[in-house]
């Protein structure tokens, strides 16, 4: 079992920065999939940064060249960094992780933390 704890967010003008933290319960190492999904209102939940098993990131069009996903390994945490926020970026944000143990597939999602941003 692994448990995803957010921190961060809030509320922020268009244009401004916030960043997301998430803190995993084992080692970010043992993770094959990590990444950040959004549900904004209204809407479905989307995909905004993901990494399969070390590989390159792939980002959302919408938010590619703002967004920013990292990890620390030392602190078993995710980052996402948000740059030039628009209000079209409103949403809960949840932190992703899937871990694969013999033939099965395990996903895990963080708590959720509401980002808001006025125009």
């Known amino acids: 079992q692994v448990q995803l704890v957010q921190s961060g967010g809030g509320l922020v003008p268009a244009g401004g920065s916030l960043g997301l933290s998430c803190a995993a319960s084992v080692s970010i190492s043992r993770l094959n999939v990590m990444g950040w999904y959004r549900q904004g209102p209204g809407k479905e939940r989307q995909l905004v940064a993901l990494?399969?098993?070390?590989?390159?990131?792939n980002y959302a069009e919408s938010v590619k060249g703002r967004f920013t996903m990292s990890g620390d390994n030392a602190k078993n945490m995710m980052y996402l960094q948000m740059n030039n926020l628009k209000p079209e970026d409103t949403a809960v944000y949840y932190c992703?992780?899937?871990?694969?143990?013999?033939?099965?597939?395990?996903?895990?999602w963080g708590q959720g933390t509401q980002v808001t941003v006025s125009s």
């Open positions: 992703y992780a899937v871990q694969v143990t013999g033939p099965r597939n395990y996903e895990y």
């Open positions: 990494i399969l098993g070390g590989s390159e990131i």
